[in-house]
C-alpha cells in the first residue's frame, strides 16, 4: 500500500487548503484512512479519521472547520481546511489502515506527509 500527499502549501489565518491522499497498490483491504500532523518538537497527533463504514472522528482542535472524506474512487481520501489558525502548522500525514490479502492482521501505512503553513 502506497499513499501519497498532496496539497499542503502556504494559506493566511482564515483561509483554506485543502489535502488529498491517493492509495495505491493490489491485493489490499483499506479499513480506515486519516490524517494526522505533527509541529515541531511535537508529538504526531490524530487530526480526523475516516472508517469503511463511514464513522468520523475530528480531533476538537479541528471539529467545525475541517471536513474528512473519500472520493468515489476510494482510494482518494481527502482534508478540506477552513478557518485556518497559526496554529494548525504541521506537516501533514496520510494514514490508512489495510488488510492485505490472505493476511489476518491490520497494518498501518503513512504517507510521506505534506507541509502546511498558516502565516500572515
Known amino acids: 500500500v502506497q499513499l501519497q500527499a498532496s496539497g499542503g502549501g502556504l494559506a493566511q489565518p482564515g483561509g483554506s487548503l485543502r489535502l488529498s491522499c491517493a492509495a495505491s497498490g493490489s491485493g489490499f483491504t483499506i479499513t480506515m484512512m486519516g490524517w494526522y500532523r505533527q509541529a515541531p518538537g511535537k508529538q504526531r497527533t490524530l487530526v480526523a479519521v475516516?472508517?469503511?463504514?463511514?464513522?468520523?472522528n475530528y480531533a476538537d482542535s479541528v471539529k467545525g472547520r475541517f471536513t474528512i472524506s473519500r472520493g468515489n474512487a476510494k482510494n482518494m481520501l481527502f482534508l478540506q481546511m477552513n478557518s485556518l489558525k497559526p496554529e494548525d502548522t504541521a506537516v501533514y500525514y496520510c494514514?490508512?489502515?489495510?488488510?492485505?490479502?490472505?493476511?489476518?492482521?491490520?497494518?498501518?501505512?503513512w504517507g510521506q506527509g505534506t507541509q502546511v503553513t498558516v502565516s500572515s
Open positions: 475516516l472508517t469503511s463504514g463511514g464513522m468520523i
Open positions: 494514514n490508512a489502515g489495510a488488510v492485505l490479502d490472505g493476511d489476518p492482521d491490520l497494518r498501518a501505512y
